[in-house]
C-alpha cells in the first residue's frame, strides 16, 4: 500500500515531464538475464532469473543488498573456494563500482561488499547489479564463472534523495529558459514595422495617411499587438481600426537547445529516480539531443502576433433615449354600467301564411251566441 501510494504522489510532480518523452525507449530490456556458468543466486532473497528492469528488487530503507547462490553442482562436493564480485552500475552499461573478491568456501557463495547507504546518500532510484562467482584456479582457468545481471530499486521515491531535487529545479529552471529564449513582446516603438515585409509596410504607412486625412479630429493613432494565440481584444466605440495584419518574431534557436540539454538531462535523472529506467545513455545522451532539438525549434518558431492600428477618435455623445409612449387612459365607469339585455328577435313569418294588415276575430264557439 505504502509503495502504490508513493507511486502515485510522485507520478503527479514528474508523469507530465517523464510521458512527454514516453516513446524514446530509455529503461533496461525488460527481458530477464540467465545466470551463465551453471550456478544459482537469489538477491534479497529473489531469484535473480526473475529480476528484471520492470520488477526489480525492492530495498527499502533500512535494508542493505545480500547476493547468495550455489556453485555448480559438479564442484559442489568437492568443497571449492570461490570468489564472488559485486559491481553497481553507476551509468549502465558504461561504468560502475566494483567490490572487493569475497572468498567463500563450500557449494554455496554469499556476498554484500556493498553499502547502499553510500548510494542513499546522494541518489535513489533504479540501479545494474553485475554478480560475478568464480571458482579456484585451474591449469586452463578458473573451474567456472558464473555471472548475472539483477535490478536493484532503492525505495524513497523521485523526490527523496538530493539528486531528484536537482533535476527537478533542471527541470523548472530549464523551461523558464526555454520560454526566455523563445523571445518577448518588444516595448520599444518600431518594432512591428521591424517584422514586417517591404509590401506590409508600404501598405500600412499608407493606410495610416489615409486615415489621418479622413481624421483630422483624431485624438492619436496607437498600434497595438497581441499574441496571436489570445482571442482579439474589442475596440471601444470611438475608435477604428484602420490597419490589421500578424508578424512573427524569431526567437533564438541556440539557447533554446541550450536550454533543452538541461531540460533532458533532468527528464532523465527524474525518470531515474522514480525507478523508470536506470542512469544509461539514453537518459544522459538521446534524451537531452531530443529535449535540444525540440527546445531549438520552438525557440526558432517563436511568437506571432496580432497587429491592429486604430484611431482613436473623440467621444461621441450617446443618442438620447426615446421618450416612452403615454399609456391610453383607463376608462373607469366601464365597471359601473348596468348589464344589458338582449331583446327578442320578430318572430318571421313563413311563406305559406300571408301576413294580414287587419286584426283577426275570434270565431263564436257552439255553446256562445252573439249578441243583437
Not at 143 to 164: D, H, I, Q, R, V
Not at 206 to 216: D, F, K, M, N, V
Not at 353 to 369: D, K, L, M, R
Given at each position: 500500500?505504502?509503495?502504490t501510494?508513493?507511486?502515485?504522489?510522485?507520478?503527479?510532480?514528474?508523469?507530465?515531464?517523464?510521458?512527454?518523452?514516453?516513446?524514446?525507449?530509455?529503461?533496461?530490456?525488460?527481458?530477464?538475464?540467465?545466470?551463465?556458468?551453471?550456478?544459482?543466486?537469489?538477491?534479497?532473497?529473489?531469484?535473480?532469473?526473475?529480476?528484471?528492469?520492470d520488477?526489480?528488487?525492492?530495498?527499502?530503507?533500512?535494508?542493505?543488498?545480500?547476493?547468495?547462490?550455489?556453485?555448480?553442482?559438479?564442484?559442489?562436493?568437492q568443497?571449492?573456494?570461490?570468489?564472488?564480485?559485486l559491481?553497481?552500475?553507476?551509468?549502465?552499461?558504461?561504468?560502475?563500482?566494483?567490490?572487493?573478491?569475497?572468498?567463500?568456501?563450500?557449494?554455496?557463495?554469499?556476498?554484500?561488499?556493498?553499502?547502499?547507504?553510500?548510494?542513499?546518500?546522494?541518489?535513489?532510484?533504479?540501479?545494474?547489479?553485475?554478480?560475478?562467482?568464480?571458482?579456484?584456479?585451474?591449469?586452463?582457468?578458473?573451474?567456472?564463472?558464473?555471472?548475472?545481471?539483477?535490478?536493484?530499486?532503492?525505495?524513497?521515491?523521485?523526490?527523496?534523495?538530493?539528486?531528484?531535487w536537482?533535476?527537478?529545479?533542471?527541470?523548472?529552471?530549464?523551461?523558464?529558459?526555454?520560454?526566455?529564449?523563445?523571445?518577448?513582446?518588444?516595448?520599444?516603438?518600431?518594432?512591428?514595422?521591424?517584422?514586417?515585409?517591404?509590401?506590409?509596410?508600404?501598405?500600412?504607412?499608407?493606410?495610416?495617411?489615409a486615415?489621418?486625412?479622413?481624421?483630422?479630429?483624431?485624438?492619436?493613432?496607437a498600434?497595438r499587438?497581441?499574441?496571436?494565440?489570445?482571442?482579439?481584444?474589442a475596440?471601444?466605440?470611438?475608435?477604428?481600426?484602420?490597419?490589421?495584419?500578424?508578424?512573427?518574431?524569431?526567437?533564438?534557436p541556440?539557447?533554446?537547445?541550450?536550454?533543452?540539454?538541461l531540460?533532458?538531462?533532468?527528464?532523465?535523472?527524474?525518470?531515474?529516480?522514480?525507478?523508470?529506467?536506470?542512469?544509461?545513455?539514453?537518459?544522459?545522451?538521446?534524451?537531452?539531443a531530443?529535449?535540444?532539438?525540440?527546445?531549438?525549434?520552438?525557440?526558432?518558431?517563436?511568437w506571432?502576433?496580432?497587429?491592429?492600428?486604430?484611431?482613436?477618435?473623440?467621444?461621441?455623445?450617446?443618442?438620447?433615449?426615446e421618450?416612452?409612449?403615454?399609456?391610453?387612459?383607463?376608462?373607469d365607469?366601464?365597471?359601473?354600467?348596468?348589464?344589458?339585455?338582449?331583446?327578442?328577435?320578430?318572430?318571421?313569418?313563413?311563406?305559406?301564411?300571408?301576413?294580414?294588415?287587419?286584426?283577426?276575430?275570434?270565431?263564436?264557439?257552439?255553446?256562445?251566441?252573439?249578441?243583437?
Amino acid at each position: 500500500m505504502a509503495r502504490t501510494l508513493r507511486r502515485g504522489a510522485v507520478g503527479v510532480t514528474v508523469a507530465g515531464f517523464v510521458a512527454l518523452f514516453g516513446g524514446v525507449v530509455l529503461a533496461a530490456p525488460a527481458a530477464a538475464t540467465p545466470i551463465i556458468g551453471g550456478c544459482t543466486g537469489t538477491v534479497n532473497g529473489v531469484d535473480a532469473t526473475t529480476i528484471t528492469s520492470d520488477h526489480p528488487v525492492v530495498i527499502p530503507d533500512d535494508a542493505q543488498l545480500l547476493v547468495q547462490g550455489n556453485v555448480p553442482p559438479q564442484f559442489a562436493t568437492q568443497n571449492p573456494v570461490s570468489n564472488t564480485t559485486l559491481e553497481m552500475q553507476i551509468v549502465d552499461g558504461v561504468t560502475g563500482i566494483t567490490g572487493d573478491p569475497e572468498a567463500n568456501t563450500g557449494a554455496t557463495y554469499t556476498a554484500n561488499d556493498v553499502n547502499l547507504d553510500d548510494y542513499r546518500q546522494f541518489a535513489n532510484g533504479l540501479w545494474r547489479l553485475e554478480v560475478e562467482n568464480v571458482g579456484p584456479p585451474t591449469d586452463t582457468g578458473p573451474a567456472w564463472k558464473c555471472s548475472f545481471t539483477a535490478y536493484l530499486e532503492l525505495e524513497g521515491g523521485a523526490l527523496s534523495a538530493p539528486a531528484g531535487w536537482i533535476a527537478f529545479v533542471a527541470v523548472v529552471g530549464s523551461v523558464a529558459g526555454v520560454l526566455f529564449a523563445k523571445g518577448r513582446k518588444p516595448k520599444y516603438p518600431g518594432w512591428i514595422d521591424e517584422a514586417l515585409g517591404t509590401g506590409d509596410q508600404i501598405e500600412r504607412e499608407e493606410s495610416w495617411q489615409a486615415a489621418g486625412l479622413r481624421h483630422p479630429d483624431a485624438i492619436e493613432f496607437a498600434e497595438r499587438g497581441q499574441h496571436g494565440w489570445r482571442p482579439p481584444s474589442a475596440v471601444s466605440r470611438n475608435e477604428e481600426v484602420i490597419w490589421s495584419g500578424k508578424v512573427r518574431l524569431r526567437g533564438k534557436p541556440i539557447a533554446g537547445a541550450l536550454w533543452g540539454v538541461l531540460l533532458g538531462l533532468g527528464i532523465g535523472v527524474l525518470g531515474w529516480q522514480d525507478a523508470r529506467w536506470t542512469l544509461n545513455l539514453g537518459s544522459l545522451v538521446l534524451l537531452p539531443a531530443v529535449t535540444a532539438l525540440i527546445a531549438g525549434l520552438f525557440a526558432w518558431i517563436g511568437w506571432g502576433y496580432r497587429i491592429r492600428d486604430v484611431a482613436v477618435l473623440p467621444a461621441r455623445p450617446e443618442p438620447a433615449p426615446e421618450p416612452a409612449q403615454p399609456l391610453p387612459p383607463i376608462d373607469d365607469t366601464a365597471s359601473i354600467r348596468p348589464p344589458t339585455t338582449a331583446e327578442p328577435a320578430p318572430v318571421q313569418p313563413t311563406s305559406a301564411e300571408p301576413v294580414s294588415a287587419e286584426p283577426t276575430t275570434a270565431e263564436p264557439t257552439s255553446g256562445e251566441t252573439t249578441s243583437s
